[in-house]
Nanobody, 126 residues
Framework: QAQLVESGGGSVQRGGSLRLSCAVS????????VAWFRQARGKEREGISC????????KYVDSVKDRFTISRDISKNTVYLQMDKLEPEDAAVYYC???????????????????WGKGTQVTVTS
């Protein structure tokens, strides 16, 4: 079992930054990979980034590459998503999810995830 709690969402102006946190309990981070997803109103949930169980592999969807950075703090069992240069198109509910896959890579496919958080809202004003 794993419980995930996202925080750090809010409202920010275009070009601003936010840092989302995903606190995980029940398992230690080196046992699995973690991914971030987002779902804008009226759209499907989209996988945007992930970090492998060893923390040495990360992946980003093209729309956030060079603007978002995923990282983790093993001592806090927390994964972060630093979001810079935010655009109105980034507005969505952001979710973190655990994939019990512990191999060398990570995935951002929703059906691969085993546990989900409840999400945190990000609003970007123009």
């Amino acid at each position: 079992q794993a419980q995930l709690v996202e925080s750090g969402g809010g409202s920010v102006q275009r070009g601003g930054s936010l840092r989302l946190s995903c606190a995980v309990s029940g398992r230690t981070l080196d046992q699995y990979s973690v991914a971030w997803f987002r779902q804008a109103r009226g759209k499907e949930r989209e996988g945007i980034s992930c970090i492998s169980s060893k923390g040495d592999f990360t992946k980003y969807v093209d729309s956030v590459k060079d603007r978002f950075t995923i990282s983790r703090d093993i001592s806090k069992n927390t994964v972060y998503l630093q979001m810079d240069k935010l655009e109105p198109e980034d507005a969505a509910v952001y979710y973190c999810a655990v994939d019990l896959w512990s191999g060398p890579r990570c995935f951002t496919t929703a059906r691969s995830m085993d546990y989900w958080g409840k999400g945190t809202q990000v609003t970007v004003t123009s």
